[in-house]
């Protein structure tokens, strides 16, 4: 009996379609509204602080509506931060040691400057004595002791200077130096400051942000409960433009396409029907209730597929309401 009951039940719901669309009806297609749900879930673990939700409250996309513990995040947050400061304090700082070559450098670059102004006066000296030496006038020990001079002073200002690289050198080579060991120390730093955002964005996730624009259609949780992470809160639909999904013969194809506008019929309680405008925004490319062996044209037509209809709701349709198409 069983088996039979199942070769009958396709015959009878495939006909009834086919009746629909015979003429005979006031209507093409027949379904139930439905929505676009989300389930809004947590994504932090914690005791709920607070949560502004109730079933049948409109709420806007973006909104804050709750909030869940972040005390043990932000104890993390905080310890990352330390570890970074730590850091920056074990940081070498090579000023004070080149402060002081530094300053050697300016007291040899004034040396020198004394060497240049003595070696100035000296080649004048020079200069004269060589005139009169010409001349007969003083004897030539006097200027052979001046170019000696000469010859000395131009040694200490060549000396100098080659002190004065050296020291260059010496701050160059002492600068690299803390900056290779710092380079040491802060490489630790940059996966710190990841960790830090990483914690930040489990903090901004504390926050429970409303993701659309809606009417809640069932409360899961309450404020003081707690919470873990993608555990149901809340489900929300937008029932401003709601779906009828229907389903119509393959020998209804024809007559329906995307974005069609058509009729929707709803009871209005009273023994009649409220008529609403309609667009067709879906039509499935796959039969459904389809026979497993088609040999004939006749048995074709049986198959049935599925469509939806978008209706600006006024608030008076409701999910799983029935409704009616005419096209």
Known sequence: MRSIFKKLLLPIAVSGFISCNNGNGKYDATGTFEADEIIVSAEATGKILMLHVE?????????VVGKIDPSAIELQKDQASASVEALQ?????????VNILQSQLRLQEKQIAVYNEQLKTLQKEQQRFQKLVAADAVPAKQLDDINGQVNVLKEQIAAAKTQLLVLQSQISAQRQVVAIQNRGILS??????????????QLNKTVIINPVTGTVLTKYADE???????????????????????????????????NQPVKVLV????????????????????????????????????LVYA???????????????????VF
């Open 55 to 63: 079933e049948g409250a409109n709420l806007v996309k973006d909104s």
């Open 267 to 302: 009871d209005d309680g009273k023994g009649r029907s409220r008529e609403l405008k309609g667009t067709i925004s879906w039509i499935s490319d796959k039969a459904e209730f389809t026979p497993k062996t088609i040999q004939t044209k006749d048995e074709r037509a049986n």
């Open 307 to 325: 469509m939806k209809v978008n209706v600006l709701n006024d608030g008076y349709l409701k999910i799983g309401m029935y409704g009616e198409v």
């Open 224 to 258: 003081n409960e707690f919470t873990a992470t993608g555990k149901a809160l809340y489900k929300i639909a937008d029932l401003s433009t709601m779906k009828l999904r229907a389903y119509i013969t393959g020998d209804q194809l024809a007559q329906v396409k995307l």
């Open 188 to 201: 630790e730093k940059d996966p710190m400051e990841k960790k830090i955002a990483q914690i930040q964005d």
């Open 89 to 97: 304090q074990k940081k070498n700082d090579a000023a004070p040691q």
